[in-house]
């Protein structure tokens, strides 16, 4: 095996929900020469790789017998600078939260309603990173990945990641694409985007009419820190389902029993529900199976109050989908990335 390598590492540090997994071996890359060494090792000893970055978006349901691969280059530079809009390169493995705020202390405005996502700027792409009527489609502009079949480098634009809803073509083709760096386009003065949730309400309590960016990150900040349980004290991967995309007539056929049925219209006419109000309906909320539960407050996160496998997480998912279709007639889809 690699000198680089180590052997049996448990990867309760390395994963927000704190399941205590082993990975069979365990290693980070620094820069692009560490990433094709640790595959061209792992091919060379016929062992599969699984890449990470900061966890938080990971069910560890078994131990890993696979090299875990964690990302850990760093680097943040601007590309181009027109005096209005500003192309910025982050390499994969820079921790998002930080990175947001390294743009908005160079004057930058963009990232601000992404502020304090947990995980890395390379697994970022992977799901399309939401919030707050933000995703980083919204600012993207290009991103290097590897291709793990051929070796070779690619440039990916846009188009070519096909974002959708937590969703990507990387999303799409598993272990194929590592990602090595993020490019995005952000701008010197701000388009706020104020509309989703209590962001204004926030804004005006403190004060607040002509926000910068720094003023929204800031309020999203504290917003989100009331909302959601800190993994370091709760182990959880933030939303656990997607909110579904349904057929108006089933979101029609449920508002007859729910009146209070909270769906968004969709360009294509279909309705995006509320996971966690289905949920919540469902009397899910605050329910503890052992160590696995649904958060008191937030019915959309699942949460590991101490010693709960990933399976028993999993498990009390899976409760939660059959009751959700058998009810409602929707399923939910998890978010997280199983393994
Ligand atoms: C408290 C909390 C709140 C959250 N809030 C949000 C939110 O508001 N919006 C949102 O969208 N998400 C949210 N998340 C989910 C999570 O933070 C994001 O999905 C994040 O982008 C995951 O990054 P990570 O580095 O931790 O990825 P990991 O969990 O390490 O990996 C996720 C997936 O990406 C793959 N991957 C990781 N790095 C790379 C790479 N460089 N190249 C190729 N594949 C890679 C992994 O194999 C895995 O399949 C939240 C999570 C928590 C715990």
């Known amino acids: 095996m690699s000198a680089q390598w180590q052997e049996q590492v448990s990867l309760k540090p390395y994963n927000t929900f704190g399941i205590d997994v082993r990975a069979r071996y365990f290693t980070e890359a620094h820069n692009d020469d560490e990433v094709r060494q640790a595959l061209a090792d792992a091919r060379q000893h016929d062992v599969p790789v699984l890449v990470?970055?900061?966890?938080?978006?990971?069910?560890?349901?078994?131990?890993?017998?696979?090299?875990?691969?964690?990302?850990?280059?760093?680097?943040?530079?601007?590309?181009?600078?027109?005096?209005?809009?500003?192309?910025v390169e982050a390499e994969a493995g820079e921790p998002w939260h930080?990175?947001?705020?390294?743009?908005?202390?160079?004057?930058?405005?963009?990232?601000?309603?992404?502020?304090?996502?947990?995980?890395?700027?390379?697994?970022?792409?992977?799901?399309?990173?939401?919030?707050?009527?933000?995703?980083?489609?919204?600012v993207f502009v290009g991103l290097t990945?590897?291709?793990?079949?051929?070796?070779?480098?690619?440039?990916?634009?846009?188009?070519?990641?096909?974002f959708a809803y937590r969703d990507s073509l990387f999303k799409q083709h598993p272990g194929r694409w590592l990602i090595l760096r993020v490019r995005f386009a952000l701008s010197r003065v701000m388009q706020a985007h104020l509309d989703y949730?209590?962001?204004?309400?926030?804004?005006?309590e403190q004060g607040i009419s002509q926000p910068t960016a720094q003023n929204v990150s800031d309020a999203i900040c504290s917003i989100r820190r009331e909302k959601l349980p800190?993994?370091?004290?709760?182990?959880?991967?933030?939303?656990?389902?997607?909110?579904?995309?349904?057929?108006?007539?089933?979101?029609?056929?449920?508002?007859l029993q729910y009146p209070g049925l909270v769906a968004y219209p969709q360009a294509d006419g279909q309705m995006k529900l509320a996971a966690g109000w289905l949920i919540e309906q469902a009397g899910w909320k605050g329910h503890r199976e052992g160590d696995a539960g649904v958060h008191r407050l937030q019915s959309l996160v699942l949460v590991n109050?101490?010693?709960?496998?990933?399976?028993?997480?999993?498990?009390?998912?899976?409760?939660?989908q059959a009751d959700i279709l058998e009810r409602f007639g929707v399923r939910l889809e998890m978010e997280p990335n199983l393994y």
């Open 305 to 320: 109050y101490g010693q709960a496998t990933g399976l028993q997480l999993h498990q009390l998912a899976q409760k939660i």
């Open 52 to 87: 990470i970055g900061g966890g938080s978006n990971l069910l560890l349901t078994a131990d890993v017998q696979a090299l875990v691969l964690r990302m850990a280059s760093r680097g943040l530079r601007i590309l181009a600078d027109d005096g209005r809009r500003v192309i």
């Open 145 to 162: 990945a590897l291709d793990r079949e051929t070796g070779e480098l690619h440039d990916f634009d846009l188009e070519g990641c096909q």
């Open 230 to 255: 800190d993994p370091v004290e709760l182990g959880n991967a933030g939303s656990f389902f997607k909110n579904p995309v349904v057929a108006a007539v089933l979101a029609d056929k449920i508002r």
């Open 197 to 204: 949730g209590p962001v204004r309400q926030r804004l005006s």
């Open 98 to 138: 930080p990175f947001v705020q390294w743009s908005l202390a160079q004057g930058l405005a963009g990232l601000e309603n992404l502020s304090l996502i947990p995980g890395t700027v390379g697994a970022a792409p992977m799901q399309n990173i939401g919030a707050y009527g933000v995703e980083i489609k919204d």
